[in-house]
């Protein structure tokens, strides 16, 4: 796919030198902040941060090279012009919705799959050599490097084929949002079914998270990404009230939620998206407006 033959051809793509490159291969413990995160479960999630230096020219890869590459439909997340909702929507109105979680996602794709993935595409093996050094971290895929989450798709290109092909067998909807697997159907899913899935991505060098696997019928609340989907996408109810309760406090007190703002326009941002048009919607638009003006 990609005819790049050199480490200084590859450099001019991304409006850099051979030498910055390389100085970021000799010194990548440098170029990297390392700090933990507390996830919903309580448990730690550690990131890895590239610098504003390295973070450029990875931005760059993406750019160039990452973001042209097809993917297949069912993988969503990460991608432009697709969001939860993306991944939400074929699953609505299911008589069955089955999640689970790829287990460590990043962690689980090493250096050598990186490497393997850059000589497919057609770069050079010195320069698959460097891209490897340049997007990996100690040996994996670092969760906060912007190219992870596109190389982590093409990784997993494969895995999503062959979910895809045995769930449209029985009828059912698959999609993949990063480490977030949905499949859901209108006839029966059964425990032989989940060793199949579980089977065809340990093919794959992945694992299921059984802790974060579940399975839910239409009489019970069924949620994607965070989106009920019984019938139509929609956010909890709880959520909802949250929200409204936020709003409701910024508007009496914009003094005491204008360095909120962020977190404001995060949930504005997830009620649009969903329906940008309501009253509620309208409401919210003009509060932020005017705490954005304080």
């Known amino acids: 796919m990609f005819d790049v033959q050199s480490v200084g051809q590859l450099a001019e793509t991304l409006e850099s030198s051979e030498f910055e490159l390389l100085r970021f291969i000799y010194r990548m413990d440098e170029h990297y902040t390392r700090f933990r995160r507390k996830k919903s479960s309580g448990e730690f999630r550690v990131l890895a941060a590239p610098n504003k230096q390295l973070k450029q020219a990875q931005k760059a890869f993406v750019k160039k090279y990452l973001q042209k590459i097809p993917l297949p439909e069912e993988c969503t997340g990460f991608r432009p012009g697709m969001s939860i909702l993306s991944n939400a929507l074929p699953h609505c109105g299911k008589r069955f919705v089955f999640n689970t979680d790829i287990e460590d996602f990043f962690g689980s794709i090493s250096s050598e799959r990186v490497l393997g993935l850059y000589l497919r595409l057609g770069f050079a093996f010195p320069v698959a050599c460097v891209l490897t050094e340049l997007t990996t971290y100690i040996g994996c895929l670092p969760q906060g490097a912007p190219t992870s989450p596109y190389l982590a798709n093409l ?14 067998a029985n009828g059912w909807s698959y999609t993949r949002y990063c480490d977030d697997i949905t499949i859901s159907g209108d006839s029966t899913f059964t425990l032989a079914d989940m060793r199949t899935i579980s089977d065809l991505v340990e093919l794959e060098g992945f694992c299921l998270n059984i802790k974060k696997t579940r399975f839910h019928k239409s009489n019970s609340t069924q949620k994607v990404s965070g989106l009920v989907v019984n019938s139509k996408p929609n956010l909890p109810r709880s959520k909802r009230r949250m929200i409204r309760a936020m709003f409701h406090q910024a508007e009496r007190d914009p003094e005491a939620y204008k360095h909120r703002l962020k977190e404001l326009e ?3 941002s997830q009620l649009s998206m969903l329906d940008p048009h309501t009253r509620e919607v309208l409401k919210y638009r003009t509060v932020l407006n005017r705490l954005s003006s304080l």
């Not at 990784?155 to 449209?168: G, R, V």
């Open 266 to 268: 995060n949930h504005l």
């Open 155 to 168: 990784i997993a290109y494969t895995m999503d084929m062959d979910l895809s092909e045995y769930c449209a």
